[in-house]
């Protein structure tokens, strides 16, 4: 049970952001939503490459510890933490830019582009 | 050298984006030569893949290992570095989309001209066809996720370079929304794979990947998140507004880019999952999808009168097409007897209808691009009789709009009748359907012809003369490879659609070369 | 942005320095350690938050040269580019300068006690350099752009600025 305790954390968060992204009219609380669906999937990634009681995989760090954490999605982690961070900043300069526009930030007044 | 190939179409992209701002601060000569020379360079490299490629070879490149064929390091069971793996398809992908950028390029050295900010323009244009090619050279499920990205971020960028107005952002913002939280999702549907299999290598997945409830949420995540990014029916709504706001040059790269996603559709539908049972419901998917997207794209492009935005929905209805054809493909690909007997077929004029989508549209948005340039507008109410002031815009609107409604000679028709006869096998109406959207598609494109080309010359559009000689040049260049291939349809078919589509069934070469150890 | 009281501004003065000592640490380390370039640079650029912060926009802009971090990023993604293509021979991006710590016959070269030494590492501590550089050019130019963008200092806030079109 408390082995997939972490689990029920992610989908809560994850939950948490579907919510927010579907209910929400402000950019600035869609991107944080944005931002917490991120996090809950950098989340799963560690947690699937956990292994309990495995050590540091760094070989001369692990000593005589025979299992390693999987360094892979923690690798992937990263990656996806460093495009995320790209992405924010992009997304809140142009909500900047909506704002300048359209004088609102709210997502219903902001429909110049349809049909 | 010749074995380098695939590191060197990743690296000349790179390359031109991190020297773009060197190269933009020497003038504007040697910026445009700069911007021009690498797109040919990874032309000729997309070129050489290409002609390798076809001949059947997978092509395998480890990067960082002591040699690049070296897939299987000290003995270990699994690759665990970066590989690159190319078969025909993506080679014939890897070729539409250096030829798209090559031809954007052409067109965007005069178009952009007038405008600041061309250094970050150039580094986002590399960075965009970057991503592309890398999606469809990439051999592992996380770089496949990283390619994505790299195109999306580039886009967003592109999309949104007009700043000043407001659409253009709205459309950026629009995209990146939906699209961030596609991607997050792909991620979610490669950390679960990656959880049960320790893999994430496709060749290595395919090898060991068993059926299971798992299996199929995981491919309906893939085929929800590439058919949202090629632009499938219930998921357009970005596809219209990012398009026509873009500027044209792009829009011709993003064309290719979206067709991409469709690459990265395919191989995790035919080589991942391959004869896994998962695969009928998806192949029934894929053709209510396509189906879906033909029809109401094509109603939806119907009643616009913003030419470019037209074109986008159009975009839609053409993505169709291949959804379905693959659909098909898709289908039978558990049962060898019906795979010969039509499925093969339909993967072919799939294939084919991929490489000729990315060469009209672009063409067409190049057109679209080059009227706007000129007349400052893309009303098509306020345009008409440019047929006289643009006579070469003209001609080469004519092959475009030809090919892509499938008018006999042209090459569209060929890639058409293909996918018609072969659907007609599974369910008479899915032809009836694409023949509907077929019409439609003409109907549409004689209007813009009639509004904007033909007619009385607006007193408004008087001073307007034709485009500059490279915007021309960029056009010219997908008109004649259209021609060529309108020419020669039965040279493309078995030498260029027929290799991908048995590259794309041929589910155990791929393993084998990533697993079969080092050559 | 207006500058910040006196005790926000001493506090600057004695520990925002520290931030990018402490960042280079990270970034010098990346190689043995967690963390790496992207962590360390993204240290490195709070330093240019922290003077905006303290000092206000105004005197901030005097000191502020955005070349200088263009050419940071750009020094720092060719430096790691090249670094990529010198392993052509091999692979791209092969790692051509590291003396692994274990030799062909299964011994140590160094010992037991040396294990990660340093040179075995090759280009990847170059290459946490160049992406250090590039980070904390591309965050810190981010943070002034950003800030520049929101037009919080002009007079005439809220107006149509855009291209030249």
């Not at chain 3, 160049?130 to 591309?138: H, L, R, T």
Request: charged share 10%.
């Amino acid at each position: 049970m408390t082995g997939n305790m972490i689990f029920t954390v992610i989908a809560l968060l994850m939950l948490i952001s579907l919510v927010a992204l579907v209910t929400q009219k402000n950019l600035i609380k869609i991107c944080i939503a944005l931002s917490i669906l991120g996090a809950s999937v950098n989340f799963l990634l560690v947690a699937l490459g956990y292994r309990s009681g495995g050590a540091v995989p760094i070989h001369y760090l692990a000593g005589d510890n025979k299992v390693m954490v999987l360094p892979t999605p923690q690798c992937l982690t990263l990656t996806a933490i460093v495009i995320a961070l790209a992405t924010t900043a992009l997304m809140y300069s142009l909500i900047v830019m909506i704002y300048k526009h359209y004088g609102t930030i709210e997502i219903d007044k902001i429909r110049r582009l349809r049909g | 050298m010749n074995q380098h190939l695939p590191a060197l179409l990743l690296a000349l992209p790179i390359g031109g984006a991190f020297l773009a701002p060197l190269a933009c601060s020497l003038g504007k000569k040697l910026r445009n030569i700069f911007y021009l020379t690498v797109s040919l360079l990874t032309l000729i490299c997309a070129v050489m893949i290409f002609l390798e490629t076809s001949a059947g070879k997978i092509l395998v490149y480890v990067m960082g290992a002591e040699n690049f064929a070296l897939t299987l390091p000290s003995g270990m069971a699994f690759p665990v570095r970066i590989i690159l793996e190319m078969d025909a398809f993506s080679g014939l992908m890897v070729l539409c989309v250096a030829i798209a950028s090559f031809a954007g390029a052409l067109f965007s050295v005069n178009y952009m001209d007038k405008f600041s900010g061309l250094k970050r323009f150039i580094s986002l244009y590399f960075l965009l066809v970057l991503g592309a090619l890398g999606m469809c050279a990439t051999g592992d499920l996380f770089n496949f996720f990283v390619f994505v990205e790299i195109s999306s971020i580039a886009s967003y960028g592109l999309a949104a370079f007009w700043r000043d107005k407001p659409e253009s952002i709205e459309a950026s913002f629009k995209y990146m929304m939906l699209s961030q939280v596609g991607a997050l999702l792909l991620l979610v549907a490669v950390g679960t794979l990656y959880g049960k299999y320790n893999a994430i290598n496709i060749g290595a997945l395919a090898s060991m990947l068993q059926t299971g409830v798992l299996e199929k949420i995981v491919l309906a995540m893939f085929i929800a998140i590439l058919a949202f990014k090629c632009g499938a029916f219930p998921m357009h709504a970005w596809l219209p507004d990012v398009y026509s706001e873009a500027p044209s040059g792009v829009t011709c790269l993003l064309v290719s880019v979206s067709q991409a996603s469709f690459y990265g559709l395919m191989r995790i539908c035919f080589t991942l999952y391959g004869t896994n049972p998962a695969n009928v419901t998806a192949a029934w998917i894929l053709i209510t999808l396509g189906c879906a997207s033909m029809f109401f794209g094509v109603m939806m492009a119907v009643i616009q009168h913003d030419v470019k935005r037209l074109m986008g929905y159009h975009s839609i209805s053409q993505v169709g097409y291949m959804l379905l054809a693959m659909g098909v493909g898709l289908y039978t690909l558990s049962d060898a007897v019906l795979l010969a007997e039509y499925g093969f077929t339909a993967m072919k004029g799939g294939i084919f209808h991929l490489f000729n989508y990315s060469m009209f549209k672009g063409l067409l948005f190049l057109t679209a691009g080059a009227l706007y340039y000129a007349t400052g507008t893309r009303d098509l109410d306020k345009m008409g009789g440019l047929a006289r002031s643009m006579p070469w815009t003209t001609v080469m609107f004519m092959i475009g709009a030809a090919a892509i409604s499938g008018l006999p000679p042209f090459s569209g028709f060929a890639s058409k009748w293909l996918i018609y006869e072969s659907s007609f096998a599974i369910h008479p109406i899915l032809p009836v359907v694409a023949l509907l959207t077929s019409i439609l598609t003409l109907a549409s494109f004689v209007k813009v012809f009639q509004t904007a080309f033909l007619g009385a010359s607006k007193i408004s559009l008087a001073p307007v003369r034709e485009v500059p000689v490279g915007m021309l040049c960029g056009m010219g260049l997908l008109s004649i490879l259209i021609l060529f291939v309108s020419f020669f349809p039965n040279i493309f078919v078995s030498g260029v659609a027929d290799p991908s589509a048995s590259g794309l069934i041929d589910q155990a070469g791929y393993i084998n070369a990533v697993l079969g150890g080092v050559k | 942005m207006r500058p910040m009281s006196l005790i926000v501004v001493t506090l600057n003065k004695v520990f925002a320095w520290f931030m990018i000592l402490f960042g280079s640490l990270v970034i010098m380390n990346g190689h043995n350690t967690p963390g790496g370039g992207f962590q360390g640079g993204a240290v490195v650029a709070t330093f240019v938050c922290f003077m905006l912060v303290a000092y206000g926009g105004k005197k901030f802009f005097t000191w502020v040269h955005t070349p200088i971090y263009s050419g940071l990023e750009t020094f720092g993604l060719l430096a790691f580019f090249v670094f990529a293509c010198l392993g052509f021979p091999n692979s791209f991006t092969y790692n051509f300068l590291a003396v692994p710590a274990i030799t062909s016959t299964g011994g140590l070269i160094m010992g037991e006690v040396w294990g990660g030494w340093l040179p075995s590492c090759g280009t990847i501590s170059l290459m946490n350099i160049a992406v250090g550089f590039e980070v904390v050019g591309a965050l810190s130019l981010a943070v002034i752009e950003m800030y520049e963008g929101t037009h919080i200092d002009d007079a005439h806030f809220g107006g149509e600025c855009g291209h030249d079109r």
